[in-house]
């Protein structure tokens, strides 16, 4: 089992709509969880950062974590073709100095 | 706001050269990193460091050093360069916090495209 999976997709999804995206990781221990998006010949950029169970709010972007079902999601509300990117799911496992990233999510929005 | 650079956007180099890549930090973190990436196999981590002249393994080292003088900067180099290692290579640092030292945000620099021919 991958230590971060997420769907590859593409995931497509019509402009204004709310685009999510979902994460699972394998270490139980896991406390720092993080989505990062890129664009095509891009780096990676942070966008969001969660620690605690629940919902953490910040503009359009929702991240929300599970640490029983060991499930981490990012939702994109209103969504914008400037949306359309590969999504990052990270995870800071426990005892680790090193994130292990998921496979990435390309996501499309469609005018 | 935190910027992490890398020496050149892009780069061509032959077989057989010796290649260096530079990376620098002017957030005073702690932690550097090397990654490349390739289409469909994702970020892989090469090397990452601690702390100044510290340095530990990712999970595809082979072909590849580092060094870490100053805390700022954090460089990768490729002892003979080979096709196979034609990628986009992605420098990052990150700052700790805490008393258990448990890494926090981290930030990629714009990347390199690397060519070997």
């Known amino acids: 089992q991958k230590e971060v999976e997420q769907n590859s997709g593409p995931l497509s999804v019509p402009e204004g709509a709310i685009a999510s995206l979902n994460c699972t990781y394998s270490?139980?221990?896991?406390?720092?969880f993080f989505w990062y998006r890129q664009y095509s010949g891009k780096s990676p950029e942070l966008i969001m950062s969660?620690?605690?169970?629940g919902d953490k709010e910040d503009g359009r972007f929702t991240a929300q974590l599970n640490k029983a079902s060991q499930y981490v999601s990012l939702l994109i509300r209103d969504s914008q073709p400037s949306d359309s990117a590969t999504y990052l799911c990270?995870?800071?496992?426990?005892?680790?100095?090193?994130?292990?990233f998921g496979q990435g999510t390309r996501l499309t929005i469609n005018p | 706001d935190v910027k992490v650079t890398q020496s050149s956007r892009y780069l061509v180099k032959r077989t057989g050269e010796k290649v260096f890549l530079e990376c620098v930090q002017d957030?005073?973190?702690?932690?550097m990193f090397w990654y490349r990436q390739d289409p469909g196999l994702g970020l892989r981590l090469i090397y990452f460091?601690?702390?100044?002249?510290?340095?530990e393994k990712g999970d595809i080292p082979e072909g590849y050093s580092v060094s870490r003088e100053k805390k700022e900067r954090f460089s990768l180099i490729l002892e003979s360069a080979s096709t196979n290692q034609t990628s986009m290579y992605l420098c990052?640092?990150?700052?700790?916090?805490?008393?258990?030292?448990?890494?926090?945000?981290?930030?990629f620099g714009p990347g390199t495209r690397l060519t070997v021919t």
């Open positions: 990052a640092s990150t700052g700790t916090s805490g008393s258990i030292g448990t890494i926090y945000e981290q930030y």
């Open positions: 270490d139980r221990g896991s406390q720092s």
């Open positions: 969660i620690y605690s169970n």
């Open positions: 990270a995870v800071l496992i426990q005892g680790a100095q090193k994130l292990v």
């Open positions: 957030m005073d973190h702690e932690n």
């Open positions: 460091s601690y702390d100044v002249k510290m340095k």
